[in-house]
């Protein structure tokens, strides 16, 4: 069935440091492709999405590009903050019933 | 309010109690879901309802039962939860289920821990 994996956490930066964090997925036909962010006691927010091959999404600095060919969708900032430290879901729209298929998750921490 | 919103926070009970988690989205929505969230695992859907309909229900416990009295609310009864049902409980909403690309807007969650 359709899966999401993405790199496993925690990752840790220096604030203004590059972030990339990988997300890839196993999906039949053609899934729209999403991050969400979760802040700490908080649900998930709709970070960026895309909807078809060499889409851009992008949101807050973040950006992610789905590459069919590879099947990536990995997560881009090019100067992270401190208040980006949060846990970071790729996920794709593979579900029977629309659901949304999830990755464990990417925590990240941002130092001063 | 706006968005997704979910009541209770935060719930603790005992495995005996019989408690409801309750969820409303101010969206418009067609659709609502409820999801588990533990710790290490990626996030579970437990159900979705599509125009007060239930759709999915993937394998879920009997203690665990939904209900959808209208595309607004949705509620999640628990009854005799063993302690590793503790996680959070996130529910969502989207427009239509069954368009594809369309994203899923998520309430706060209700952390529940069973002693």
């Known amino acids: 069935g359709d899966s999401v994996t993405q790199m496993e956490g925690p990752v840790t930066l220096s604030e203004e440091a590059f972030l990339t964090i990988n997300c890839t997925y196993t999906?039949?036909?053609?899934?729209?492709l999403f991050w969400y962010v979760q802040y700490p006691g908080e649900g998930l927010q709709l970070l960026l999405k895309a909807t078809k091959a060499d889409d851009k999404g992008s949101n807050k600095g973040f950006e992610a590009t789905y590459r069919k060919e590879t099947t990536s969708f990995h997560l881009e900032k090019g100067s992270v903050q401190v208040s980006d430290s949060a846990v970071y879901f790729c996920a794709l729209s593979g579900g029977s019933q629309g659901n949304l298929i999830f990755g464990k998750g990417t925590k990240l921490s941002v130092k001063p | 309010e706006t968005g997704v919103t979910q009541t209770p926070r935060h719930l603790v009970m005992g495995m005996t109690n019989k408690k409801s988690l309750k969820c409303e989205q101010h969206l418009g929505h067609n659709a609502m879901y409820w999801y588990k969230q533990s710790a290490k695992k990626p996030l579970e859907l437990m159900f979705v309802?599509?125009?007060?309909?239930?759709?999915e229900n993937n394998s879920v416990p009997s203690r665990f039962s939904p209900e959808c009295p209208n595309s607004s609310h949705l509620f999640l009864h628990l009854h005799t939860l063993q302690p590793e049902d503790s996680a959070l409980y996130l529910c969502?909403?989207?427009?239509?289920?069954?368009?594809?690309?369309?994203?899923?807007?998520f309430g706060p969650g209700t952390r529940l821990t069973v002693t």
């Open positions: 969502a909403s989207s427009q239509d289920p069954r368009a594809r690309g369309l994203e899923q807007y």
């Open positions: 999906a039949t036909g053609y899934p729209s």
């Open positions: 309802y599509s125009l007060e309909e239930r759709v």
